[in-house]
C-alpha cells in the first residue's frame, strides 16, 4: 500500500468514526449544541443502511428458513434490551423495543403483521389489547353497582414496556449462493415478545410475540437508531448492523419442514437440554452444506 492510499485509508476512519459519535461534544459551547451537526459535517454524511444486493433465484442453490430466540437476559443480547428507564439518559439512547414502538406511531414501519408470514397486517389499534390491560379494581366494582360514576384512582392500568421484553422471534433464510459460493443469511422478520399483559404479574406468565415486523421494512429507522458499544463509545453500532451482522446470541426454535413448519418443542418436549442440542443440530446441517461443497 502506497503512503497515498494509507493516508486515505486514516482519513476515511476517522471520518467514519467523527461521524457515528455523538455530534459536536467536544466543540459545544453549550448543552444545547450537543448533537446539531455543523454544515461541514451534514455535507459528508452519507449515513445509509448497505443495500442488499440482487439475488437471482437461479443462483440460490440451497436455501432453509429458521426461526430464532433471542433471549435478553443473555449478556451478549444486552445491547438490544437496554436501556429500559429512560427518565435519566439522554434522548438518542433508546431500546430496540422503543424504536420499533415509536416507529410505529410515528408512521416510519408502516406495516406490522399478526403472524411471521406475514399474510395478515395489523394497526396499532388492533394490538393495544396486546400491549395495555386496563382493570377496574373491587372498589370500583362497588361504585359501579351503586350506579356512581366511576373514580380514576379505581382503574388499574398496565402497560408493556421496554422492561417487559423477555425475546425477540426472528425469522430469516440461510442460503448458498452458488454465484459467489458462499453461504448467506438474510434476516427477513422481527418480533418483540412479552408476557401476556392479562397474566403478565402472575408466576411463569406465557410469553407472546406482540407483533412482526417486516425487517427490509424498518431497516432506514433501526439504522439511524444507535445501541450502546460496550468497548468504545464513540462508535456506536446501528441496530440494523447489530441484526444484519448477527451480533447477538440465538436458539432455533423452528424451521421450515414437512409437518407444517412445526417448532422443536412440538416434536422434542419437556427436556430443554435436548431442545438446545436439536437447535445446534440444525445449525450444523446448515453449516455442514457448505463445507460439504468443498469436499471431494
Known amino acids: 500500500m502506497n503512503l ?25 459551547k453549550s448543552p444545547e449544541e450537543i448533537g446539531v451537526r455543523t454544515e461541514a459535517q451534514k455535507a459528508v454524511d452519507n449515513d445509509k443502511p448497505l443495500e442488499y444486493g440482487y439475488v437471482d433465484d437461479r443462483d440460490v442453490l440451497f436455501a432453509k428458513m429458521v426461526w430464532e430466540k433471542i ?9 438490544l434490551y437496554y436501556p429500559i428507564d429512560t427518565n435519566n439518559i439522554g434522548k438518542n439512547r433508546r431500546s430496540l423495543y422503543d424504536v420499533l414502538m415509536k416507529s410505529v406511531k410515528d408512521g416510519k414501519i408502516k406495516n406490522i403483521y399478526d403472524d411471521s408470514y406475514f399474510t395478515t397486517k395489523r394497526t396499532l389499534k ?57 453461504m448467506k443469511y438474510r434476516l ?8 401476556d399483559v392479562n397474566f ?17 421494512d424498518a431497516r432506514e429507522v433501526l439504522h ?12 456506536p453500532f446501528s441496530f440494523d448492523h447489530i441484526l444484519n451482522s448477527r451480533r ?40 455442514d452444506f457448505e463445507l460439504d461443497m468443498w469436499t471431494y
Open 4 to 28: 497515498k492510499s494509507f493516508l486515505l485509508t486514516v482519513t476515511t476512519v476517522f471520518t467514519v468514526s467523527g461521524v457515528m459519535a455523538q455530534a459536536n461534544i467536544l466543540n459545544a
Open 71 to 79: 433471549v435478553l437476559d443473555e449478556r451478549s443480547n444486552f445491547p
Open 126 to 182: 388492533d394490538i393495544e389489547a396486546a400491549l395495555t390491560m386496563i382493570d377496574t379494581t373491587e372498589l370500583g366494582i362497588e361504585q359501579l353497582n351503586a350506579g356512581e360514576e366511576l373514580s380514576p384512582e379505581y382503574i388499574n392500568r398496565r402497560d408493556i414496556t421496554a422492561a417487559d421484553i423477555k425475546e425477540y422471534h426472528i425469522k430469516g433464510l440461510w442460503y448458498f449462493d452458488k454465484r459467489q459460493s458462499e
Open 188 to 195: 427477513l422478520g422481527i418480533a418483540p415478545v412479552a408476557p
Open 200 to 216: 403478565i404479574d402472575t408466576d411463569e406468565p406465557d410469553l407472546v410475540p406482540l407483533f412482526w415486523v417486516f425487517f427490509p
Open 224 to 235: 439511524e437508531a444507535k445501541s450502546f458499544n460496550n468497548e468504545n463509545s464513540s462508535i
Open 248 to 287: 447477538f446470541h440465538g436458539y432455533i426454535y423452528k424451521e421450515e419442514n414437512v409437518q407444517g413448519d412445526r417448532t422443536i418443542s412440538e416434536y422434542v418436549s419437556d427436556n430443554a437440554l435436548m431442545q438446545l442440542l436439536e437447535s445446534e443440530r440444525i445449525k450444523d446441517k446448515i453449516r
